[in-house]
């Protein structure tokens, strides 16, 4: 894990509103990722600027206990035209800690990765975290995953 600073950024995807509450979170999250695929989600968003795929954590209630947004979608050059039911959604930047899932998806790497991070002892802002997919996670038994949590 690394501290950076991330320049601010906009997306363009689809979100749902969760918890991490049993069954909220666990059942909501991958439900959001087989709509973005099933729909064709990345091909259609415009003005993008690669295929990386963010899932970003966003509108917390409080903190990581509380009900949160979770935006799925692709950094885009431009916000000028949304697509209907899609949103844009800015990371304002600032101060991030980066943490670094790795290993066979199926095992659950990201989520074990999270449960690493609600355990530490950092000063969160819970305005935007954000797990970048690029072409590292593609292996699906060797993948790497970069998480962004932001700090104080």
């Not at 800015?90 to 670094?100: A, C, E, L, Q, S």
Request: overall charge negative; some cysteine.
């Amino acid at each position: 894990m690394e501290f950076l600073q991330v320049a601010p950024f906009e997306l363009i995807g689809i979100s749902i509103l969760t918890s991490n509450d049993p069954g909220k979170a666990d059942v909501d999250i991958p439900a959001l990722w087989q709509r973005f695929f099933a729909e064709d989600i990345l091909n259609k968003i415009p003005n993008k600027i690669d295929h990386v795929i963010y899932s970003v954590y966003t509108d917390y209630e409080g903190d990581h206990t509380q009900p949160y947004r979770v935006v799925l979608g692709c950094r885009v050059a431009s916000i000028d035209y949304i697509p209907d039911g899609m949103l844009a959604h800015r990371i304002n930047g600032g101060k991030f800690k980066k943490f670094t899932a790795k290993g066979n998806m199926k095992e659950n790497i990201v989520y074990n990765e999270w449960l690493h991070i609600w355990n530490t002892d950092l000063d969160r802002t819970f305005q935007s975290d954000f797990e970048q997919y690029d072409e590292r996670s593609q292996n699906m038994n060797n993948a790497e995953v970069d998480i962004f949590i932001g700090i104080k």
